[in-house]
């Protein structure tokens, strides 16, 4: 029996009766087990389009990964019907089916979230979908209780493999070898949990062996055991900028990471570390939520644990709907957050206090308010002198008067490269260009770059021009002789 896929058909451009038609063609030729599994991922995928686009091949595809989930998930005689299908195999299924539809243009993640995934001016490589470190906070939440059932408490599930991924690197058009900055398993998983440790190293390796110099950023909730550390410190072609996590969150609030033991072995993760001091990490102290981990004990256990990293992003929450209840299940109090919708809500009274905190208790590491800066930090240190912001974070408060982002906590010396980056030149500005196939003219300016484009510069060729720049990037709408100013602030 097929269900019903009308919704699947017509964002397919085909008539629910020819896409019916062709699924069932190919029943006789599935077991019964992997009839259950079609069917399945059918209304996963019909519950879960939401792009229309022409793909033919749909029905195709879909009786291809009902063999691929069978043969990796045999069945077991207790399995008798498709809703009995056990959970395992059902998150591994949503994970694939996704992807699958994601590959024939018929779903596009909430969070824009790609394989290869233009973000902040960065590449990040998500080969594995799913994670369950348990973290309540987690923006996938939603998109989780409204479609499938895969991400916060399922398997991770890798949907594309390791060399695949890189080739596709290798052919996007905003990446530029030696000079794009690369994340790992950023937004769909942890790089560190041990169904994807492995997956981690796979891509380091053919990065190595592409011989690419890129930077690679990696940011992990786990510890790392010696024999991950020693692996990290062999690669010589790349720099590898490493972000270990510990926000002194309750039980509650992260399953898997509380309590002392897990500490216990991140503090080890920090002292191996120190073995390599070609190897650059920094301390990611995020999310403090007030309410749950911004007490004081919480805040002097997490400036300690970052103290040994000589570096902290402090950071606050990304709400997601429901959060509240969501904590109550958890046995959390209710989070003190904002009112008004905000990107992330991190209130300046918890700022000054966590500062003070850290002043009183005499600690020398660097506060910063930013996940570029940090990057940056980490940069300056293997360089042994002052690199401008990755982003062109400080060069954008300068230019604009906006709040700033700079927290002003580094070195002199830092602020004045960040504050003061080379002025970038014509032929770099227009390659880049090029490369993301901007068509426009420009004004290279002493504290920033114009581009006048008759089309707006979209937010992501923005952060990557910014990004591969270090400056700050503004736009200019040009139509024939006149233009109206519009100013594109990262």
Same mark, same amino acid.
């Given at each position: 029996?097929?269900?019903?896929?009308?919704?699947?058909?017509?964002?397919?451009?085909?008539?629910?009766?020819?896409?019916?038609?062709?699924?069932?063609?190919?029943?006789?030729?599935?077991?019964?087990?992997?009839?259950?599994?079609?069917?399945?991922?059918?209304?996963?995928?019909?519950?879960? !389009?939401?792009?229309?686009?022409?793909?033919?091949?749909?029905?195709?595809?879909?009786?291809?990964?009902?063999?691929?989930?069978?043969?990796?998930?045999?069945?077991?005689?207790?399995?008798?019907?498709?809703?009995?299908?056990?959970?395992?195999?059902?998150?591994?299924?949503?994970?694939?089916?996704?992807?699958?539809?994601?590959?024939?243009?018929?779903?596009?993640?909430?969070?824009?979230?790609?394989? !290869?995934?233009?973000?902040?001016?960065?590449?990040?490589?998500?080969?594995?979908?799913?994670?369950?470190?348990?973290?309540?906070?987690? =923006?996938?939440?939603?998109?989780?209780?409204?479609?499938?059932?895969?991400?916060?408490?399922?398997?991770?599930?890798?949907?594309?493999?390791?060399?695949?991924?890189?080739?596709?690197?290798?052919?996007?058009?905003?990446?530029?070898?030696?000079?794009?900055?690369?994340?790992?398993?950023?937004?769909?998983?942890?790089? =560190?949990?041990?169904?994807?440790?492995?997956?981690?190293?796979?891509?380091?390796?053919?990065?190595?062996?592409?011989?690419?110099?890129?930077?690679?950023?990696?940011?992990?909730?786990?510890?790392?055991?010696?024999?991950?550390?020693?692996?990290?410190?062999?690669?010589?072609?790349?720099?590898?900028?490493?972000?270990?996590?510990? @926000?002194?969150?309750?039980?509650?609030?992260?399953?898997?990471?509380?309590?002392?033991?897990?500490?216990?072995?991140?503090?080890?993760?920090?002292?191996?570390?120190?073995?390599?001091? %070609?190897?650059?990490?920094? %301390?990611?102290?995020?999310?403090?939520?007030?309410?749950?981990?911004?007490?004081?004990?919480?805040?002097?256990?997490?400036?300690?644990?970052?103290?040994?990293?000589?570096?902290?992003?402090?950071?606050?929450?990304?709400?997601?709907?429901?959060?509240?209840?969501?904590?109550?299940?958890?046995?959390?109090?209710?989070?003190?957050?904002?009112?008004?919708?905000?990107?992330?809500?991190?209130?300046?009274?918890?700022?000054?206090?966590?500062?003070?905190?850290?002043?009183?208790?005499?600690?020398?590491?660097?506060?910063?308010?930013?996940?570029?800066?940090?990057?940056?930090?980490?940069?300056?240190?293997? @360089?042994?002198?002052?690199?401008? @912001?990755?982003?062109?974070?400080?060069?954008?408060?300068?230019?604009?008067?906006?709040?700033?982002?700079?927290?002003?906590?580094?070195?002199?010396?830092?602020?004045?490269?960040?504050?003061?980056?080379?002025?970038?030149?014509?032929?770099?500005?227009?390659?880049?260009?090029?490369?993301?196939?901007?068509?426009?003219?420009?004004?290279?300016?002493?504290?920033?770059?114009?581009?006048?484009?008759?089309?707006?510069?979209?937010?992501?060729?923005?952060?990557?021009?910014?990004?591969?720049?270090?400056?700050?990037?503004?736009?200019?709408?040009?139509?024939?002789?006149?233009?109206?100013?519009?100013?594109?602030?990262?």
């Amino acid at each position: 029996m097929v269900p019903d896929a009308e919704r699947l058909a017509e964002h397919a451009g085909l008539s629910s009766e020819r896409l019916h038609q062709e699924l069932r063609a190919h029943l006789n030729d599935l077991s019964a087990y992997e009839q259950r599994v079609l069917a399945a991922a059918i209304d996963i995928a019909n519950g879960g !389009v939401n792009v229309s686009a022409d793909a033919p091949d749909v029905a195709d595809e879909l009786i291809s990964l009902a063999r691929v989930v069978g043969a990796l998930h045999p069945p077991q005689a207790r399995h008798t019907t498709r809703t009995e299908l056990s959970t395992r195999v059902h998150r591994t299924l949503s994970a694939k089916t996704l992807h699958t539809m994601r590959e024939l243009g018929l779903y596009r993640d909430p969070d824009g979230v790609e394989p !290869v995934w233009p973000h902040a001016g960065m590449l990040i490589l998500n080969p594995i979908l799913g994670c369950n470190f348990g973290c309540v906070y987690c =923006f996938r939440a939603d998109e989780q209780r409204e479609s499938v059932d895969w991400f916060l408490s399922g398997r991770p599930t890798k949907v594309l493999e390791e060399d695949v991924l890189v080739d596709r690197l290798a052919r996007h058009p905003l990446f530029v070898p030696g000079t794009t900055q690369l994340g790992l398993h950023t937004a769909t998983t942890d790089p =560190f949990l041990p169904q994807v440790r492995d997956s981690t190293f796979r891509i380091l390796e053919i990065l190595e062996r592409r011989g690419w110099t890129n930077d690679v950023m990696i940011i992990t909730k786990c510890y790392l055991r010696d024999q991950d550390i020693d692996r990290l410190a062999s690669f010589t072609s790349f720099r590898i900028l490493l972000f270990l996590t510990h @926000n002194a969150a309750p039980e509650g609030m992260e399953k898997m990471g509380a309590g002392p033991e897990y500490l216990a072995r991140k503090q080890r993760t920090v002292a191996r570390l120190a073995r390599w001091p %070609h190897l650059a990490a920094a %301390h990611y102290y995020r999310p403090i939520v007030p309410g749950w981990n911004d007490s004081e004990d919480q805040i002097i256990e997490a400036l300690t644990f970052g103290e040994a990293l000589g570096a902290s992003v402090i950071g606050g929450l990304k709400e997601i709907p429901n959060l509240a209840e969501l904590g109550r299940r958890r046995g959390l109090s209710l989070p003190l957050l904002s009112s008004e919708r905000e990107e992330k809500y991190f209130p300046r009274e918890l700022v000054e206090r966590i500062l003070g905190i850290h002043g009183r208790l005499g600690l020398t590491s660097v506060i910063v308010g930013d996940q570029s800066c940090g990057l940056t930090v980490m940069l300056s240190r293997l @360089n042994r002198s002052a690199v401008p @912001n990755v982003e062109g974070l400080k060069a954008y408060d300068l230019a604009t008067g906006r709040e700033p982002r700079c927290m002003g906590c580094c070195s002199p010396e830092q602020l004045s490269a960040c504050a003061a980056p080379p002025v970038p030149t014509e032929d770099t500005v227009r390659s880049l260009l090029e490369r993301a196939g901007i068509k426009a003219d420009f004004d290279i300016k002493a504290d920033r770059l114009v581009v006048r484009s008759e089309e707006r510069l979209t937010e992501r060729d923005t952060e990557f021009l910014a990004a591969h720049l270090r400056y700050a990037v503004f736009w200019q709408q040009r139509k024939g002789d006149s233009m109206r100013a519009e100013r594109e602030v990262l």
